[in-house]
T-cell receptor, first 113, second 117 residues
Framework: QQQVKQSPQSLIVQKGGISIINCAYE??????FPWYQQFPGKGPALLIA?????SEKKEGRFTISFNKSAKQFSLHIMDSQPGDSATYFC????????????FGTGTQLKVEL | DAGVIQSPRHEVTEMGQEVTLRCKPI?????LFWYRQTMMRGLELLIY????????DSGMPEDRFSAKMPNASFSTLKIQPSEPRDSAVYFC???????????????FGEGSRLTVL
């Protein structure tokens, strides 16, 4: 059962543009929503995370938007740079659930010059 | 800190052979996770341990897969016998127990790329 659905599978954005990746979840018990960034040959690394008590969280060029009623959240990368080219995973977990993360299937982002 | 250390980084084996993947978590972390990554299915949780005890192994695909954590600084994932469909990148990750207001961040190793011919 795919509890976290992610789209698109791949994305090409021009340098300076906005990259948007969307995720939807099913389990209403989820209360922690991180995004992980993975470069080729490396393991995923935490990028930014949000809890459902806020609708938006911004860290530099990266913003998470959260819609609790729709059970959806998205990652926005402003002023996308070639160095942002990577695979991005959304994830969800339950506080007290042993740090167990359920990941989306990933989005391969390529930022072109 | 050296981070999560996995070995081998690459493994090529023939169908039917035994494969053992190894992981050294970050010192002081009390959770350890094994994930499998494929293009089709993304990152799948196979099993995780808390204080060396397996907590949830519902993601282990079948009896050919087994995992152990004999102490706080070492874990293994074994596949016996291996099959071509086991070809994937296997990640180990570790974390500290989350605080009440946070969930612990997972720190991933660089993965073990397994190819079963």
């Amino acid at each position: 059962q795919q509890q976290v659905k992610q789209s698109p599978q791949s994305l090409i954005v021009q340098k300076g543009g906005i990259s948007i990746i969307n995720c939807a979840y099913e389990n209403t018990a989820f209360d922690y929503f991180p995004w992980y960034q993975q470069f080729p040959g490396k393991g995923p690394a935490l990028l930014i995370a949000i809890r459902p008590d806020v609708s938006e969280k911004k860290e530099g060029r990266f913003t998470i938007s959260f819609n609790k009623s729709a059970k959806q959240f998205s990652l926005h990368i402003m002023d996308s740079q070639p160095g942002d080219s990577a695979t991005y995973f959304c994830a969800a977990s339950i506080t007290g659930g042993g740090n167990k993360l359920t990941f989306g299937t990933g989005t391969q982002l390529k930022v072109e010059l | 800190d050296a981070g999560v250390i996995q070995s081998p980084r690459h493994e090529v084996t023939e169908m039917g052979q035994e494969v053992t993947l190894r992981c050294k978590p970050i010192s002081g972390h009390d959770y350890l996770f094994w994930y499998r990554q494929t293009m089709m299915r993304g990152l799948e949780l196979l099993i995780y341990f808390n204080n060396n005890v397996p907590i949830d192994d519902s993601g282990m695909p079948e009896d050919r897969f087994s995992a152990k954590m004999p102490n706080a600084s070492f874990s293994t994932l074994k596949i016996q016998p291996s099959e071509p469909r086991d070809s994937a990148v296997y990640f180990c990750a570790s974390s500290r127990a989350g605080l009440a207001e946070n969930t612990g961040e997972l720190f991933f190793g660089e993965g073990s790329r397994l190819t079963v011919l």
